[in-house]
């Protein structure tokens, strides 16, 4: 299922999105329940773990015994005859209810001729023939009856599913409140209230966006087969169980029916359980939490020795992207799927959720995965319930005679002050009404709140306080090593805000093996911005690390490079044993000149290229992946591939402006700016807000002399998207060579406020104040240039020649 917070119009990725490798940023969908399906992020890498993957040397095989007859999806009710327990705990859960056949006992909204207003359409909800129905806009904005087909999720919201032509299934962005009436419940509302979505927009409820075959049902079924035809754009759907049931998680249980019902003795051991599954779960068979009185914290009994069920978990709780529709259960997760990064608009730099990104990306930052636990030592994994009530599933393992003590709470015994989830666990709204809480574990910093403007528990409760009354109130909670959290803060924010120390910092960060891998691998990728021969050394060596998460960052780190500059350690990553990151090398080194590898590495290239492509193809009804693919063919020189690609992509979406913009520099590159130009207005017609493409527009129309209208189109860019520096410099500069210069500085001043390190700016007020004389402000801004850029020689003359 697909879910949305808050909305970029210009930059968008989408929920399990290949990654798009330009322009992508967040998942924009409608989702419900509690259940999840995930976004992925930007370019083609990586979320990861702690330790998220076994050494690259002993990763489970994850195959069928291969003397074994091909396991079959028996459905649920096979499971329920011995396994009665377990059955009875999952009926009912949000699993079971995760999507339904829409009758009287499942649909939860009012259809008794209810209507509700948004963006100036009344949708009304009614039954007819024993059927629901919806009257509201279509994909034409003309008001019409709809079939609800489908419920999806059942608390705190309820959302609807309308079948479409082409096998389509579009999620309703009306859904239905289903909390009690008294918490704000039994209501209609709208998933985006803060906002007009009109049937022009891609998050309109029959666009791209809102599609389920998508966005939705890999986490809402189980045995999901998109099965997407590309030629036809149409979808043949498939699945074994409309909600997410015991194979699921167990995989296909058809051996494993055999076996009990023989009574057998166990299948001999190997690739496959010993009773005929396809995994089993073993993490706490045999364990125990023992009291540790010194510290009043448990400590396992044995470490943790798979993450078996961590990967199982973070299939559907994590941001992430789909690899291939071939998914092995007990294999890595980074063999099927591709997780975010910490990256910015997803996660605050400290770490904590800010977009929708679900449990797995937080839980990896924890304490608690470095000491052993796991999902289902809270949770119990069929009700999904927690096993104990609120603080008391903490006391499990924090005896509550050090931890329920006011000399560790500080707050008055009985107050909500003493809450252990509502300081280690703070909760944010996504879906309007559905609360999710930050699983990363973390002490209360008001101090970085002060200092970094990221929230903080103290102020949840206390909002009428600011983030430094919090911080003085309650002094200094954490103390050096507490938290695996601190090491990384304050350097992903210093390299996010271009400080001149931000390489220095991301570089110690990646190579300190203490830090969670998703936080060394976020610091890794964060470099790609710095990267110098001072900080390549930390990248060559997260290329090595035994963590593949690690070595996905390393990789991004490298995005933007000659293909012939590469470090030689890329090209042997075209062989590791997980999918992510040999189809991650194969895109950084798809333009490479084939001579220059031996003709093993020219073999492994290959392969790796076709399961990068694979990749594509499996999310083939996303614009994302045709622009992957058009990146892919421009590298290699095959421009008519990738131009049909490009086309392909904004056919699926005429809005998507990454395909437009690469597809009009792809004309430009061929000498046929006249093309790109119609590319690009088309594009405009369908997105008029779109920054990238009024920007590019603009350059194009500078090239072709036309500097008036260019003005215009890169004046809409720079006020369309003002946090990107880039886009104010180069009006600026077009405002310069058009004699306006003092216009220009006045635009950059202002820019550089907001973008106090970009050199880009500093330098074009160097030279600006230089040229009209302003020669106390060209220096002022030369060593701010100069601290910006300590190690350019050329920055370190230009302040020279000014100070003489």
């Not at 520096?725 to 950059?748: K, P």
Request: with cysteine; proline share 5%; net charge positive.
């Amino acid at each position: 299922m697909s879910k949305k917070t808050q909305r970029s119009r210009d930059k968008r990725s989408r929920a399990g999105a290949p990654p798009a490798e330009n322009g992508s940023a967040k998942p924009l969908v409608a989702g419900a329940g509690k259940w999840l399906i995930v976004g992925m992020a930007v370019l083609l890498i990586i979320g990861g773990a702690w330790h998220f993957l076994a050494d690259r040397n002993s990763l489970p095989k994850g195959k069928q015994n291969s003397s074994l007859p091909a396991a079959q999806y028996v459905g649920a009710k096979a499971c329920a005859g011995c396994h009665v327990n377990e059955y009875q705990a999952w009926r009912g859960s949000h699993h079971d209810l995760a999507m339904q056949e829409a009758t009287e006992q499942t649909v939860l909204g009012n259809f008794g001729n209810a209507k509700f207003d948004y963006a100036g359409v009344t949708s009304r909800f009614f039954k007819r023939e024993g059927k629901f129905f919806v009257n509201t806009d279509g994909a034409d904005g003309r008001l019409a009856d709809f079939e609800i087909k489908y419920t999806f999720g059942v608390a705190p919201l309820q959302q609807y599913l309308i079948p479409f032509p082409g096998g389509r299934l579009q999620a309703l962005g009306i859904a239905w409140d289903s909390r009690p009436k008294e918490n704000g419940g039994q209501r209609w509302f709208h998933l985006y209230p803060n906002e007009k979505i009109t049937h022009k927009e891609p998050l309109h409820w029959t666009g791209i966006d809102q599609n389920w075959n998508y966005q939705c049902a890999e986490c809402h079924s189980t045995n999901l087969q998109k099965r997407y035809d590309a030629e036809k754009a149409i979808y043949d759907t498939t699945w074994s169980e409309l909600n997410v049931a015991c194979e699921a998680c167990h995989g296909p249980a058809s051996v494993h029916v055999d076996w009990a019902a023989a009574k057998s003795t166990p299948i001999s051991k190997g690739e496959v359980s010993s009773k005929g599954l396809m995994v089993s779960f073993t993490e706490r068979r045999g364990i125990t939490w023992a009291m540790d009185q010194s510290t009043g914290i448990a400590r396992r009994s044995a470490p943790r020795a798979t993450n078996v069920e961590l990967d199982s978990c973070a299939r559907c709780h994590s941001r992430r992207g789909v690899l291939t529709e071939t998914y092995l259960h007990g294999r890595p997760l980074l063999d099927s799927h591709l997780p975010a990064l910490l990256t910015e608009g997803l996660y605050y730099p400290d770490g904590q959720i800010q977009d929708e990104v679900y449990e797995s990306g937080s839980f990896l930052q924890s304490k608690m995965l470095g000491a052993g636990v796991t999902c289902s030592d809270c949770h119990e994994p069929h009700s999904l319930k927690l096993r104990a009530e609120g603080s008391q599933v903490c006391s499990q393992c924090h005896a509550p005679s050090k931890f329920a003590a006011a000399e560790h709470h500080r707050h008055r015994l009985g107050s909500s002050g003493t809450d252990c989830l509502g300081c280690h666990m703070p909760q944010r709204n996504y879906m309007v009404v559905d609360p999710r809480r930050d699983h990363s574990f973390r002490v209360p910093r008001p101090d970085l709140s002060a200092k970094l403007g990221t929230p903080n528990a103290c102020n949840v409760c206390h909002s009428d306080k600011n983030p430094q009354w919090a911080a003085n109130a309650f002094g200094t909670w954490y103390k050096p090593g507490e938290s695996p959290q601190q090491g990384y803060t304050e350097a992903l924010h210093a390299g996010r805000m271009g400080e001149p120390a931000g390489e220095t910092k991301l570089a110690a960060v990646a190579q300190q093996i203490s830090v969670p891998a998703i936080a060394r691998a976020t610091a890794l990728a964060e470099l790609r911005r710095y990267l110098s021969p001072k900080s390549m050394a930390a990248v060559q060596e997260g290329l090595k690390d035994n963590d593949a998460v690690v070595r996905l960052g390393a990789l991004r780190a490298l995005e933007g490079i000659d293909p012939q500059s590469l470090p030689a350690e890329t090209v042997g990553l075209l062989q590791d044993p997980v999918r992510a990151v040999r189809t991650v090398a194969a895109s950084l080194l798809a333009g490479v000149s084939r001579p220059s590898l031996n003709a093993a590495q020219q073999s492994a290239l290959e392969s790796a290229l076709q399961e990068y492509v694979g990749a594509q193809r499996t999310n083939a009804d996303r614009p994302e992946a045709q622009l992957n693919l058009g990146l892919l063919y421009m590298r290699q020189g095959e421009f008519d591939k990738a131009e049909n690609h490009y086309r392909q992509a904004l056919k699926l979406q005429p809005s998507f402006a990454p395909a437009a913009v690469n597809l009009a520099d792809m004309f430009r590159a061929r000498e046929r700016d006249q093309e790109g130009e119609k590319v690009l207005r088309e594009a405009l017609r369908s997105s008029p807000d779109g920054a990238s493409v009024a920007h590019a527009l603009g350059l194009l129309l500078v090239r072709e002399k036309k500097l008036d209208e260019a003005v215009t189109w890169l004046k809409r860019a720079a006020e369309r998207a003002p946090q990107n520096a880039r886009y104010t410099y180069v009006y600026a500069v077009a405002l310069n060579s058009t004699g306006q210069t003092n216009n220009a500085l006045v635009l950059l001043a202002r820019a550089h406020q907001r973008h106090p390190n970009d050199r880009e700016l500093l330098y074009a007020l160097v030279t600006m104040n230089r040229d009209v004389g302003r020669v106390a402000a060209a220096r002022s801004y030369a060593e701010k240039l100069a601290a910006a850029a300590p190690n350019d020689p050329a920055v370190t003359e230009l302040l020279k020649q000014l100070q003489r």
